[in-house]
T-cell receptor
Framework: SQTIHQWPATLVQPVGSPLSLECTVE??????LYWYRQAAGRGLQLLFY??????ISSEVPQNLSASRPQDRQFILSSKKLLLSDSGFYLC???????????FGPGTRLTVL | AQKVTQAQTEISVVEKEDVTLDCVYE???????LFWYKQPPSGELVFLIR??????QNEISGRYSWNFQKSTSSFNFTITASQVVDSAVYFC??????????FGAGTRLFVKA
């Protein structure tokens, strides 16, 4: 069966510090991968998606970036965090036909 | 353009009451897929159901049921005899292709004991 891992689960970072969040999927090949952000009490904002290694589509050009160095690994990064980057970050995977997405446990990021 | 509207921001019910969460979608595509997800307080979104545009049959799974009506572009979700464990945020979503799924803003359900 497929599983998706995200780490860390929680993170507190100062403004201006770098960020690296990692997501890995097991039990499937060539998945579509997604990064979403959810502000407190709000809906889901799609940040990036990837349909293959090295292929990244950005939905929200900000100080965040994403990379997919391996088929089942998706990384979200920032060189300098802003206060507005605080939120709950969710990684998800899907297969194309239905795009039924399966989500990881999320990372709660607080930027102080 | 595709859009998903969940007009109910928050709903509060007492345990054992039935509750319906509304979802209205917009798309010009004839082939599309609709989903419901549950986000409990732990945060992880849990997939509940997928329905494709060619299948208007209602679905029942235990206390959960879904009513898909293309004539009104609605895909409503009913919880029968609600329980405290049903307290969560519920998201309706639409997929028409192109790798991106459109999520509604979510409905927060409080079930009080």
């Amino acid at each position: 069966s497929q599983t998706i891992h995200q780490w860390p689960a929680t993170l507190v970072q100062p403004v201006g510090s770098p960020l690296s969040l990692e997501c890995t999927v097991e039990g499937t090949s060539n998945p579509n991968l997604y990064w979403y952000r959810q502000a407190a009490g709000r809906g889901l904002q799609l940040l990036f998606y990837s349909v293959g290694i090295g292929q990244i589509s950005s939905e929200v050009p900000q100080n965040l970036s994403a990379s997919r160095p391996q088929d089942r690994q998706f990384i979200l990064s920032s060189k300098k965090l802003l206060l507005s980057d605080s939120g709950f970050y969710l990684c998800a995977w899907s297969v194309e036909r239905y795009n039924e997405q399966f989500f990881g446990p999320g990372t709660r990021l607080t930027v102080l | 353009a595709q859009k998903v509207t969940q007009a109910q921001t928050e709903i509060s019910v007492v345990e054992k009451e039935d509750v319906t969460l509304d979802c209205v979608y917009e798309t010009r595509d004839t082939t599309y897929y609709l989903f419901w997800y549950k986000q409990p307080p732990s945060g992880e979104l849990v997939f509940l159901i997928r329905r494709n545009s060619f299948d208007e049959q209602n679905e029942i799974s235990g206390r959960y049921s879904w009513n898909f009506q293309k004539s009104t572009s609605s895909f409503n979700f009913t919880i029968t005899a609600s329980q405290v464990v049903d307290s969560a945020v519920y998201f309706c979503a639409l997929y028409t292709g192109g790798f991106k799924t459109i999520f509604g803003a979510g409905t927060r359900l409080f079930v009080k004991a």
